[in-house]
């Protein structure tokens, strides 16, 4: 099983992206998929997550900015982050039960 984000950047405060996490490996559709993100010096935290029947929760932080998704055709979740703030910055990881993807870097400048 293997989970590959992508997506991140630096983008200025106000604007957006996409992330993307690409499964493989497993049975996707069947998973509560989630997105966890880790600021330099901060524990690593839950941001969305999107459950097999395309339920959703979001963390506080992130609530009607955020949005997760998943398409199990193409076995791969999204996040998309709207009006970033500079304390969105962090490495962002994908996450299916016992399994961890490569994070990728979201930097928010102000």
């Known amino acids: 099983v293997q989970l590959q984000a992508s997506g991140g950047g630096l983008v200025q405060a106000g604007n957006s992206l996409r992330l993307s996490c690409a499964a493989s490996?497993?049975?996707?559709?069947?998973?509560?998929m989630k997105w966890y993100r880790q600021a330099p010096g901060e524990q690593r935290e839950s941001v969305a997550m999107?459950?097999?029947?395309?339920?959703?929760d979001y963390a506080d932080a992130v609530k009607g900015r955020f949005t997760i998704s998943r398409d199990n055709v193409r076995r791969t979740m999204y996040l998309q982050m709207n009006s970033l703030k500079p304390e969105d910055t962090a490495v962002y990881y994908c996450?299916?039960?016992?399994?961890w993807g490569r994070g990728t870097q979201v930097t928010v400048s102000s």
């Open positions: 490996g497993l049975n996707f559709r069947l998973y509560t």
């Open positions: 999107i459950h097999a029947n395309h339920s959703t």
């Open positions: 996450n299916m039960r016992m399994v």
